[in-house]
């Protein structure tokens, strides 16, 4: 069974850092393109960021520009959210995805839980 599994969420001050971690169980997935999304209790799924498989191509929603940075290692099947400059209204789960292309995303994680206390 094809699995997305994220791991890093956490409790932490304003202007703190996390790093989450998306790990895939199928090597089909390195070729993948990547992305992750949030959801704020009451809200609707954001989009956050997104990789393309080589990791040459990423993009983010304004919200997070400048703060937030997705990578990826194919070596281990793993893409990264680093979180920079964290902030309350960063508070959400967050989901990671992937798909065959950039915007197509069938697989998605259970998500974990960041929450950012001001």
């Known amino acids: 069974q094809v699995q997305l599994v994220e791991s890093g969420g956490g409790l932490v001050q304003a202007g703190g850092s996390l790093r989450l971690s998306c790990a895939a169980s199928?090597?089909?997935?390195?070729?993948?393109?990547r992305a992750w999304f949030r959801q704020a209790p009451g809200k609707e799924r954001e989009f956050v960021a997104d990789?393309?498989?080589?990791?040459?191509?990423?993009y983010y929603g304004d919200s997070v520009k400048g703060r937030f940075t997705v990578s990826r290692d194919n070596a281990k099947n793993t893409v990264y959210l680093q979180m920079n400059s964290l902030k309350p209204e960063d508070t959400a789960v967050y989901f990671c995805?992937?798909?065959?292309?950039?915007?197509?995303?069938?697989?998605w994680g259970q998500g974990t839980q960041v929450t950012v206390s001001s």
């Open positions: 995805a992937a798909g065959p292309k950039i915007g197509s995303y069938g697989y």
């Open positions: 199928e090597r089909t997935f390195v070729t993948y393109a």
């Open positions: 990789i393309n498989w080589s990791g040459a191509s990423t």
